[in-house]
Structure formats: C-alpha cells, structure tokens
C-alpha cells in the first residue's frame, strides 16, 4: 500500500534553511503520472501548497515562495527533499508530503510533522 | 496561476441538515476540480476528484458537481462525523492550487 512519512527538525532558528524529507513506498517517482508533493498549514490556518516534483524530475513551486524553495529526489531511496531558505517564524507550521497525481489530486498524505520557527 | 475561492468561509449545521459549499476557479479547469475534508489534528483526505467521482469508501451522502470555474460541494443528512473543514484544489494544471477552505460547525 502506499504510505508517506515526513522527516526533519521540530525546531528552527530564525534565517536558517529548513530541511524536510518525505519517504515513501507502494509507488515508484519515475512511473509516468506520479508526483510528490508538499504542504504545509500553519496553526489554525488554511492548506498553503509548497512545491512538487514529477515523474520526469520537473519542478514547480508557489510562486510566492520560489526564491526560497527547492525540491529533489533520491529515486533509489524513495525520498524526496524539500529545503526552505531563510526561515522566518512565519513558516511555523504542520508540514504535509503526499502523493499527487495530474487531474485527481493529492490521494495520499504523510501524517505531517510540526516545525516551529523560533529563537 | 489559478486562484480558487471558496465559500461560505464558515457555515453552522444541524445533525441531518443538507449543506452546500461553493468553490470558484479564476479561470476554466474543466471537471478538474478535487474535494478533501479535513478533521482536527489530522491529514487531509480526499473526498473527490473530477468534480464528482466520488473516492472509494466516502459515503454517498457526499456529492459534487459543476464545471468550468463554478463548482459545488453538497452534503446532505449531515452526520455527526462530517463537521470538518472542507478544501477544494484544481487539478487542471500545476500548480495545484487550494481554496481557503470552509469549516462547517455543529450549529
């Protein structure tokens, strides 16, 4: 079955560069179709979508964010990277990985893991 | 990118109640329109994609319709388990962008 786990620091100082991984399984990122995707939700706010990479390595990004943002993947550990520059107490949020396919949507999420950005 | 507006932002219920939720496309997606409810604490879930394809196991009190850049979600004899926050997401062309959401509360 497929699954999605998101990794990384609970805790981030102002300015730094945030580091998450999403590890997944029941899917492979190189089969025509698959993506995976980030989100994040701050605390009692709405879903905020991140950024995704696809099944030929193409990535896209909010394009509020862009200049901040960057995501890879290790197809042969199943993983896929996002890094987030320059960190502002702004980003505290639930952070979300999960598989999204073109035309259907997200139809698996990782559980989320918390990052809080604070001195 | 497509901006998506979703409305009413709030809407209070009864235990039975049908309630309709309206999801606006700044431009034409087709059916490529996807519904999540979310709960408390928790992951997102899918609900429907297509407008109104229905995911497996969602009840079929759960339905969806609409096209282009109108679109509706409608539950109705609201159960207790359905107060939840409720997201629509085009699908139509990366980037996926979501709506801000409706959080529908027990009246």
């Known amino acids: 079955q497929v699954t999605l786990r998101e990794s990384g620091p609970a805790l981030v100082q102002p300015t730094q560069t945030l580091t998450l991984t999403c590890t997944f399984s029941?899917?492979?990122?190189?089969?025509?179709?698959?993506?995976v995707t980030w989100v994040r939700q701050p605390p009692g706010k709405a879903l905020d979508w991140l950024a995704l990479?696809?099944?030929?390595?193409?990535?896209y990004f909010n394009t509020s964010l862009k200049t901040r943002l960057s995501i890879s993947r290790d197809t042969s550990k199943n993983q896929v990277v996002l890094t987030m520059s320059n960190v502002d107490p702004l980003d505290t949020a639930t952070y979300y990985c999960?598989?999204?396919?073109?035309?259907?949507?997200?139809?698996?999420w990782g559980q989320g893991t918390v990052v809080t950005v604070s001195s | 990118d497509i901006q998506m507006t979703q409305s009413p932002s709030s809407v209070s219920a009864s235990v039975g109640d049908r309630v309709t939720i309206t999801c606006r496309a700044s431009?034409?997606?087709?059916?490529?329109l996807s519904w999540y409810q979310q709960k408390p604490g928790k992951a997102p879930k899918l609900l429907m994609n297509?407008?109104?394809s229905l995911q497996s196991g969602v009840p079929s009190r759960f339905s969806g319709s609409g096209s282009e850049t109108l679109f509706t979600l409608t539950i109705t004899n609201l159960m207790p388990e359905d107060f939840a926050t409720y997201y629509c997401?085009?699908?139509?062309?990366?980037?996926?962008?979501f709506g801000q959401g409706t959080k529908l509360e027990i009246k």
């Open positions: 029941g899917f492979s990122l190189t089969t025509t179709g698959m993506c």
């Open positions: 997401q085009q699908a139509a062309t990366f980037p996926p962008t």
């Open positions: 431009q034409d997606i087709s059916t490529w």
């Open positions: 297509g407008a109104s």
């Open positions: 999960g598989r999204i396919r073109p035309q259907v949507g997200i139809d698996y």
């Open positions: 990479i696809d099944w030929d390595g193409d990535t």
